[in-house]
């Protein structure tokens, strides 16, 4: 009986020894360690913190993008990994590059890796069937409660100032002028800079002077090169500019006041450039009647469809669609009878 109570004491020390020695290998598989790239680093520098995660065959491992901001630190790019075989699993390896602002000893803030199964997990793989998985997927509780969690601990940095401590003690001052312009120049350098200034703006003003030349005469000298002179030029973009009013339908779409309003200011930019004296002060009528004047032969129907399209615009007065185009094929055919005209 007593030795039946030893053998089953034994068992139980050796039971117990068991699940102790996989509960440490559990966690040493889980462990993470974090470091920095230096000690002591320069203000706006960019340094990295590493963090080691031993990873077991087949894990779905969690990370963030980015280390939560701080006070005078921020993520300087989003993480970079690495990772290496590491016994019966893999070594995995998080860069984080970050850069500081404030001037002292800085806190880098820890952060929290969660490892899981990697059964249905879609990703990055590495080592022995494991994956790298979206951080999204630890954002539900659903998501949390098969995973585990590996905290990182919190780390620090130095960040020196750019201000040597020797100028601060001999009182920060502005530099004198002489160290701008003055007698600390090197001369010959000026010399040849001035030189080559003086010898590129004599090469470029003759360019200059023509393009400010030619700019006033630009348009002419475009129609000259298409062949058309000024007057020509003008007629034949208000016989394009009126086909494509008639083109875009909106008196068939009911809009009947942009239709006319379109059509007649067509019609009276291409008589106003015919006459410096037949300006835009006039109303529709009144360069009518100015143009009655000063062109003989002038369609008659010309002025009634101009008059109509003023009643339209002003007024509540609506043509139905074969009205319209009636309208817009005497101002068109009025435009391309034009140069024909004599004054």
Do not use: C
Request: charged share 20%; net charge negative.
């Amino acid at each position: 009986m007593i030795r039946r109570m030893h053998l089953a004491l034994a068992a139980s020390w050796v039971l117990l020894g068991g699940t102790t020695a996989l509960s440490l290998t559990a966690q040493v598989s889980l462990e993470a360690t974090g470091s920095l790239s230096a000690d002591t680093v320069g203000q706006g520098d960019v340094f990295e913190l590493y963090i080691e995660v031993r990873v077991p065959s087949g894990s779905a491992v969690y990370f963030p993008d980015t280390v939560p901001s701080a006070f005078g630190l921020e993520s300087f790019r989003t993480v970079d990994w690495k990772s290496e075989a590491f016994g019966d699993g893999g070594m995995l390896r998080l860069i984080y590059p970050l850069i500081a602002f404030q001037v002292g000893l800085v806190p880098v803030p820890g952060l929290d890796v969660f490892v899981g199964p990697a059964t249905g997990i879609e990703g990055p793989s590495f080592h022995t069937g494991s994956v790298i998985g979206e951080w999204s997927g630890v954002t539900s509780d659903s998501g949390l409660e098969a995973l585990e969690r590996v905290p990182v601990a919190r780390q620090a940095v130095w960040i020196a100032s750019p201000i040597h401590p020797d100028d601060i003690s001999a009182g920060l001052e502005p530099r004198v002028p002489s160290d701008v312009l003055g007698a600390n120049w090197d001369w010959p350098s000026l010399i040849l800079i001035v030189s080559l200034s003086i010898v590129f703006l004599i090469a470029i003003t003759p360019l200059v002077m023509k393009m400010l030349t030619d700019q006033g005469g630009q348009e002419e000298l475009l129609d000259a090169s298409l062949g058309l002179d000024p007057a020509l030029a003008r007629w034949q973009a208000a016989l394009d500019e009126l086909d494509q009013i008639l083109s875009l339908g909106l008196h068939l779409n009911g809009d009947m006041e942009e239709f006319y309003g379109r059509s007649s200011r067509a019609v009276r930019t291409y008589v106003e450039a015919l006459d410096a004296a037949w300006g835009p002060s006039f109303t529709s009528s009144e360069l009518m009647v100015q143009l009655r004047r000063g062109i003989n032969g002038s369609a008659v129907n010309l002025y009634g469809s101009m008059d109509m399209a003023e009643v339209v615009k002003f007024g509540r007065l609506r043509p139905d669609a074969d009205a319209a185009e009636r309208d817009w094929r005497v101002l068109r055919n009025w435009v391309k009878e034009s140069r024909t005209m004599k004054p």
